[in-house]
């Protein structure tokens, strides 16, 4: 936690960093048995597209899971969160972009689920996937997920580049699903 802290502290606009760890299908159960030797509520779940917050396993092909198994700062509503993963098409070609490409990928703007899991809670937040791979650089280990308060983000950039000019500014995202909430900033 020494280094979240310090990278977290160095930033207004970063509010959390999550592990992502890679479970395969079949090592879920000794997965979960693992994690709740630390966390006993432990169990994982995903929130699909328009649904509720479903428990359990719900992918297809046994895809393996990228789950929150760590996260920063550890505040109630950020470990309320471990036992995430996604299961939305959006974060199917984020990780098949990392897998082709082995960079970082952002998120379009999304709805944090520190929030709460309303809809009627804005979208104001980024997500950066940074991918681990193993020494080879051939495994995909998991995922370090920076949480960022896009507004607030947006706003620091524009304070340090732009103190002194009068300008107008709008950041639009034209990606994946953006159409619902196309203006980051």
Known sequence: PVYAEQVINSSH???GLQ?????????????????RKIYPDYQIFTVPKDQPKTFGYILENNTPVYVATDIYPRTQANL?????YSSRKRFDLI???ISTHKRANVSDKVRLLQDGYDKSIPKSGLLVYHPVFDSENKNLLGVVTGV??????????????????????RV???GFDASDDPFLF
């Not at 592990?19 to 994690?35: F, G, N, S, T, Y």
């Not at 947006?154 to 340090?160: D, G, M, N, R, W």
């Open 148 to 169: 960022i308060r896009s507004t607030v983000y947006f706003e620091e950039l524009i304070t340090k580049t732009a103190t002194e000019l009068e300008m107008s500014v």
């Open 19 to 35: 592990w992502m760890q890679r479970v395969e299908r079949e090592d879920l159960d000794a997965h979960i048995a693992k994690m």
């Open 172 to 174: 639009e995202d034209l």
């Open 80 to 84: 309320s969160l471990l036992g995430f």
């Open 95 to 97: 990780f098949d972009d």
């Open 13 to 15: 606009s970063l509010i």
